[in-house]
């Protein structure tokens, strides 16, 4: 699988600008790309990243989305003097020219297609092209909200002709509708379009009826379109995880894509003036991380808006850091998603049941009372996190904002552990030794013998358990000191070594560990003071042990035909494990697992955002192959193989909600439906 994260950018693109007064158009301007830039190289990511230049996009490239009445016009604009230009720009909502336009969104368009071709010629993994002026307003025969020519619509038309490609996903986190996107592509199946975007309810531009959420797509396009509508400022970040929990990734996953496009948009983020969200630069390396683990890792993030300029560069960080593997950094602010997002999460699922099989089962009685609507208004103040208080009052003091990101990134940007893995040298593990892994030397058995006597004597009882111990602590120990990102260990009894491990972290420092066990867990260490997290994926229900605050058994029988594991993944583990911020999490697969190595691989791989990527996974030494994927995904020499998709049956599906009405309460990043507030 490739390796590299491409960056391109041209300081050319910097030469389109506004040449009269327009209080509309004057946030879009030159410094928002050279900051980013800036940015970057202070950060030290350029030099990490595989350069490659832009180009100009061919007549022809364009015209693979727009006419050439719109071509010719945008060509003609190159020798016009200022009044001229004022005059054509006139003709459109929200847009400028500048005599260096076309040539600026000829290079735009030739960068975002050098960046396909980089990645699906497999030079690189994935990368983000840094371009200006913007596209996803553009429509088929007009300029529109800053843009000329729509990058990332002609990107897909590209990568679909040139590479023969039948599904690419367009996720738009910008906080316009990019309603120039939705028109290109509202009947075509072969790309799914996703936009969440500021609405209140059309209030907001370019206030249309059809970016609501019930604009699902067109004949043959049905159910590729998903708008989802903030009808609130103030959205943050467990907002937009939950946004993609319960809309995007379960049905990104159904879908499958070969190739997946970013309109990448910052306008979304804290401190923007556009926006007025609350979202911090972090969540980007979250949403850009789930965005990795599909189409093998092919990423193209393609630069939309964005017009808080220390906000933008921030954010633009995050996703190149999370691009090139970096660990994900814990996500701030309180696990919640207010009342109006669950709201909207719950409308854009209901109106795609129809479409998508994950989502069949979807209970939907809600529509049939919307008269209870103002009922499901009015008892929503009794959930307290209906609303965000907003952290910074207004989003335009810019000011203001920058010292809050001061301040807020310097404990975000943590040193980048110089090892990714350390592992004992288990069996099999030749195969993926790389400059990434650390093979660590057992601790010496009297060493062990002094820390198990002690502290877990109630645990161990025989000797060769004893001896597997000793390698696990070393790594734990590794962990703890950042010495390395995550490790892996191999044990006779995995269930013993979880529950030692789990202690001794605990007896570390890590205040909340969270251990997901697959297989019977067999002995089930007290979690009543909720400094561990127990997800138990077993066959039948533990001896007697309901599941509780901290101890879930989640009883899940893996499906023979394929992998059916996505919605107890993002519909129940990943909430509660984002609800939970743990500080280290902990994979244990013990004897007789009831899962499939594509689920185990599918949930390290998500769960990997967590904790600072910080993950200690012990494995049942029988399991060889298992271990292999597991290692190679902790490397990040692969992303997993999530094997054929299957949708959960009905009868996995009222297992989930059932965990999740009772526990929404307690972790709230499970709340999808608004009928928590009936
Ligand atoms: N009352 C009229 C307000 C017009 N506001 C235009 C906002 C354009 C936003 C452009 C963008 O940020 O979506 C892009 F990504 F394309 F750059
Ligand atoms: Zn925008």
Sequence with gaps: MASGTALIYDEEMTTHKLLWSDPICDIEVPERLSSSYEQLRSYHLV?????????????????LVHSLEHLEVAKSTQTMNEEELKRVSENYDAFFFHPSTYRCARLAVGATLQLVDAVMSGKVRNGMALVRPPGHHSQRNAANGFCLFNNVAIAAEYAKLKYGLQRILIVDWDVH??????YIFEEDPSVLYFSWHRYEHQEFWPSLKESDYDAVGLGKGKGFNINLPWNKVGMGNSDYLAAFFHVLLPTAFEFDPELVIVSSGYDSGIGDPEGQMNATPEVFAHLTHFLMQLA??????ILEGGYHLKSLGESVCMTVKT??????????????????AVESIQNVRAAHKPYWKWLAYEDTSFLQNLSTKSHFLKTANSNPSTEHE???TNNNDTVKVDRFLELHMKNILFPVPPIK?????CEGSEHFLSEHVQLVKEMDKTEVEALVSGFYADLVKDNKTLLSLGSMFVILDKILKKEVCNGIATSPTAALSAAVALR?????GFQRVLCVFVGDMQMIPNTEDGKMLIINICEKEQSGKTSCKHYFSLNWKEDAEGNDFFSAVLGFILPVAYSYQPNLTVIAVGPNRNLGISGISLLVAL?????????????????????QNVAKLLVGASTPAFGIYVPPTQEKVNRIKALRDQFQQEWKMLQCSGDIFI
């Design 47 to 63: 030099e990490r990243c595989v350069h490659v230049p832009a180009r100009e996009g061919s007549e022809e490239e364009i015209l």
């Design 177 to 182: 509708h990019g309603q120039g996107t939705q």
């Design 296 to 301: 093998n890792g092919k990423l193209c993030v």
């Design 323 to 340: 691009l090139l593997g970096d660990p994900v950094p814990q996500v701030s602010g309180e696990m919640a998603p207010c009342l109006s």
């Design 390 to 392: 907003s952290k910074i």
């Design 421 to 425: 893995t350390a592992t004992t040298g």
């Design 504 to 508: 001794h972290s605990v007896r570390l």
């Design 607 to 627: 769960i990997q955002g967590l904790a600072e990527s910080r993950i200690f996974a012990v494995i049942e030494d029988t399991e060889i192959s298992l271990m």
